[in-house]
């Protein structure tokens, strides 16, 4: 979102900006002219999205290019199983493109609001034992370079490129055009239902094998969690209810949800009674539907986020670790802790990058200080040697992340090759990558 006086805030509202100039182009040639262009005159370059990551990674003083005309399918390849969409397309917009089509990805977020570029270059993620983040379903990608040139990749074509700018950071080129992998659309049961804390910590290695994606959220100050399992189901299709949806997805985790911040924020003692309430305030339901309505569900309270990867087999100390902190320690949190897990993968800067990985996520309330629960929850990640999510709040540099990311130097060799002028530069890649 941008103001009329050229600020650029992201959705959290914690990174502000005041580009040169604002670009939307409408076409890969007049974004490769915009790069062009504003390597003649001195400027550094940043793409955005829709806003959703919490680091200042797409901020930028010089020219911010926003893709939102570089939206929508270029083509579906039936033989090959591949969708290529341009850029800009939301995440949305391409779950129910393929859905009309009778084909879905295999995983997804748990928002769709980003575009596909954006939640791909940060590494976005939902839950999978099998099945790993959004940029591990990629086969192809087009993008375009320092030089103004557009390079296509694929395992086949640069395949160096392609090994890193699936999950690029912004930091190799402008992604113009993704093809991911689609199998036919199918359908997944979600289970949700409440579970003790320390049952969940103690059968997690099992609730793991045992589900294709399984996920739980913990209410700090209490011993409850609410866990989510989806697995593929023959059907029939049974979506939770119009009234049922709006009680527990509107209502409840959004309505309700959001007055008890408001509550939590004015009266911070208060907090551990709600998160007493609001961890028993969700029922166990079962439902069956098509797979990103599984998936995603609304996110209107608006909030700010750290997430870290841990070795999966380091979660149950790290969750423990989390817990004990927070009992100890006289903080008032009030969002749930939210627990997802992803398979190794290949790409080289991926949080799962060759490790098979557990996500814990940490959240505030927006407007409520954060500072002080951050940095005792992030003193516990790094010390089981977690990887920050690139999109959301951490504060590791260079020299931190190049030990736990064997690949990194890979990383950082071709961005000497692909921006040895550092035209995609801005302060978040100066950290987190070295100048």
Same mark, same amino acid.
């Given at each position: 979102?941008?103001?009329?006086?050229?600020?650029?805030?992201?959705?959290?509202?914690?990174?502000t900006?005041?580009?040169?100039?604002?670009?939307?182009?409408?076409?890969?040639?007049?974004?490769?002219?915009?790069?062009?262009?504003?390597?003649?005159?001195?400027?550094k370059?940043?793409?955005? #999205? +829709? /806003?959703?990551?919490?680091? %200042? =990674? &797409? *901020?930028?003083?010089?020219? @911010?290019?926003?893709?939102?005309?570089?939206?929508?399918?270029?083509?579906?390849?039936?033989?090959?199983?591949?969708?290529?969409?341009?850029?800009?397309?939301?995440?949305?917009?391409?779950?129910?493109?393929?859905?009309?089509?009778?084909?879905?990805?295999?995983?997804?977020?748990?928002?769709?609001?980003?575009?596909?570029?954006?939640?791909?270059?940060?590494?976005?993620? #939902? +839950? /999978?034992?099998?099945?790993? %983040? =959004? &940029? *591990?379903?990629?086969?192809? @990608?087009?993008?375009?370079?320092?030089?103004?040139?557009?390079?296509?990749?694929?395992?086949?074509?640069?395949?160096?490129?392609?090994?890193?700018?699936?999950?690029?950071?912004?930091?190799?080129?402008?992604?113009?055009?993704?093809?991911?992998?689609?199998?036919?659309?199918?359908?997944?049961?979600?289970?949700?239902?409440?579970?003790?804390?320390?049952?969940?910590?103690?059968?997690?290695?099992?609730?793991?094998?045992?589900?294709?994606?399984?996920?739980?959220?913990?209410?700090?100050?209490?011993g409850?969690?609410?866990?989510?399992?989806?697995?593929?189901?023959?059907?029939?299709?049974?979506?939770?209810?119009?009234l049922?949806?709006?009680?527990?997805?509107?209502?409840?985790?959004?309505?309700?949800?959001?007055?008890?911040?408001?509550?939590?924020?004015?009266?911070?003692?208060?907090?551990?009674?709600?998160?007493?309430?609001s961890?028993?305030?969700?029922s166990?339901?079962?439902?069956?539907?098509?797979?990103?309505?599984?998936?995603?569900?609304?996110?209107?309270?608006?909030?700010?986020?750290?997430?870290?990867?841990?070795?999966?087999?380091?979660?149950?100390?790290?969750?423990?670790?989390?817990?004990?902190?927070?009992?100890?320690?006289?903080?008032?949190?009030?969002?749930?802790?939210?627990?997802?897990?992803?398979?190794?993968?290949?790409?080289?800067?991926?949080?799962?990058?060759?490790?098979?990985?557990?996500?814990?996520a940490?959240?505030?309330?927006?407007?409520?200080p954060?500072?002080a629960?951050?940095?005792?929850?992030?003193?516990?990640?790094?010390?089981?040697?977690?990887?920050?999510?690139?999109?959301?709040?951490?504060?590791?540099?260079?020299?931190?992340?190049?030990?736990?990311?064997?690949?990194?130097?890979e990383?950082?060799?071709?961005?000497?090759?692909?921006?040895?002028?550092?035209?995609f530069?801005?302060?978040?890649?100066?950290?987190?990558?070295g100048?």
């Open positions: 979102m941008s103001a009329k006086n050229g600020t650029w805030r992201n959705w959290g509202g914690n990174v900006a005041r580009p040169v100039r604002q670009v939307e182009p409408a076409s890969v040639a007049e974004l490769a002219a915009a790069v062009r262009a504003a390597a003649e005159d001195g400027l370059v940043k793409a955005v #999205g +829709t /806003g959703h990551s919490f680091t %200042s =990674i &797409a *901020a930028t003083d010089g020219v @911010l290019i926003r893709p939102r005309l570089l939206a929508g399918i270029r083509g579906i390849d039936r033989d090959a199983m591949t969708v290529t969409v341009e850029a800009g397309t939301p995440l949305k917009r391409l779950n129910t493109a393929l859905a009309r089509e009778g084909l879905s990805l295999t995983n997804m977020g748990d928002i769709m609001e980003q575009t596909v570029s954006g939640a791909v270059s940060t590494g976005t993620h #939902g +839950t /999978g034992r099998e099945s790993g %983040s =959004i &940029a *591990a379903q990629i086969r192809g @990608l087009e993008l375009v370079t320092a030089d103004g040139s557009v390079l296509t990749c694929s395992e086949k074509e640069n395949p160096e490129v392609f090994a890193a700018a699936r999950i690029g950071l912004g930091a190799l080129g402008i992604v113009t055009a993704l093809t991911f992998a689609v199998e036919p659309l199918f359908l997944l049961t979600a289970r949700e239902e409440p579970m003790p804390f320390d049952r969940v910590l103690a059968e997690f290695d099992q609730l793991w094998a045992e589900n294709e994606h399984f996920e739980f959220y913990w209410f700090p100050h209490t409850n969690t609410n866990t989510k399992r989806n697995n593929r189901s023959a059907g029939p299709e049974q979506p939770v209810g119009q049922a949806g709006w009680f527990e997805d509107e209502f409840l985790s959004n309505g309700v949800f959001q007055v008890a911040q408001w509550v939590g924020r004015g009266a911070p003692a208060a907090i551990p009674a709600i998160a007493r309430v961890s028993k305030a969700l166990a339901r079962t439902y069956t539907d098509i797979p990103y309505k599984v998936f995603t569900s609304p996110r209107r309270v608006r909030f700010v986020e750290m997430e870290y990867a841990v070795p999966r087999a380091a979660l149950a100390e790290t969750l423990r670790e989390l817990k004990t902190m927070v009992d100890r320690s006289g903080l008032r949190v009030s969002f749930p802790v939210e627990v997802r897990t992803a398979p190794a993968d290949d790409i080289t800067l991926s949080t799962a990058s060759g490790r098979d990985s557990a996500y814990v940490v959240h505030m309330f927006r407007g409520t954060y500072h629960y951050f940095t005792a929850a992030e003193r516990i990640f790094t010390a089981h040697e977690g990887r920050p999510h690139w999109g959301k709040v951490h504060t590791r540099d260079a020299d931190y992340l190049s030990r736990v990311y064997p690949r990194f130097g990383f950082t060799a071709l961005r000497d090759r692909l921006d040895p002028e550092r035209l530069q801005n302060d978040y890649l100066r950290r987190v990558l100048a």
